[in-house]
């Protein structure tokens, strides 16, 4: 079993930055496709950017430029660095492993950004 577990958010004016982090139970790095995902009320929950073994990188259109993802394999940890938010990228985000070698996915219980003047 992986354990995933988000922080980070918070409420930041547009044009800030936030850092979030998502804390894995276990190394699980080079067996998965780590992934942040968002979530707004009413809304379908959308791919953000994800991150896999090698540290290859892929990016929504909306956050490209702006987003970075990033992983500590030492610290099992999966960073993404959030740079001139705007009102737009306020939504619940979600850190997901996905183990295809195990075909398992993991979630983690979500973190708040709201991004308001």
């Known amino acids: 079993q992986v354990q995933l577990v988000e922080s980070g958010g918070g409420l930041v004016q547009p044009g800030g930055s936030l850092r979030l982090s998502c804390a894995a139970s276990r190394s699980i790095f080079s067996v998965a496709v780590m992934g942040w995902y968002r979530q707004v009320p009413g809304k379908e929950r959308e791919l953000v950017a994800t991150?896999?073994?090698?540290?290859?990188?892929d990016y929504a259109d909306s956050v490209k430029g702006r987003f970075t993802v990033s992983g500590d394999n030492a610290k099992n940890t999966l960073y993404l660095q959030m740079n001139s938010l705007k009102p737009e990228d306020t939504a619940v985000y979600y850190c997901?492993?996905?183990?295809?070698?195990?075909?398992?996915?993991?979630w983690g219980p979500g973190t708040q950004v709201t991004v308001s003047s």
């Open positions: 997901r492993a996905d183990l295809g070698v195990y075909r398992v996915i993991y």
């Open positions: 991150f896999t073994n090698g540290g290859r990188t």
